[in-house]
């Protein structure tokens, strides 16, 4: 059995600094040809979150052995945030903390 990785979160206004709950949370990893989907949770009422995968999620196809994640953030289905476009690259601790700031009239 490989390692297990946990992303422990919080989704915050970034106006009032207050978490925002309910919203969808989804763990990828970065590939060249298609990303795969890790994991997801929905965050608490303090916008808390926590995704929990094994490292098989990622290093089943062409023999990838690197955790290159990014997280995307929907409400009621619609991407509200996404951080492909600062992708953490090859992560290695098992535990990764995040906080995500987004725009919104709460």
Do not use: C, H, P
């Not at 995500?100 to 009239?105: K, Q, S």
């Amino acid at each position: 059995m490989g390692k297990t990785y946990r992303i422990i979160g919080r989704v915050i206004n970034r106006m009032n600094r207050q978490g925002i709950g309910g919203l969808r949370i989804e763990a990828w990893d970065k590939d060249m040809i298609f990303n795969d989907l890790l994991g997801s949770a929905t965050t608490d009422t303090q916008g808390k979150f926590l995704i929990v995968f094994d490292e098989s999620r990622f290093k089943e196809l062409f023999g990838d052995d690197s955790l290159d994640l990014f997280i995307r953030v929907f409400q009621e289905g619609v991407l509200i945030k996404s951080t492909e476009e600062s992708v953490l690259w090859n992560v290695k601790d098992e535990q990764t903390e995040s906080i995500i700031e987004v725009d919104m009239d709460v």
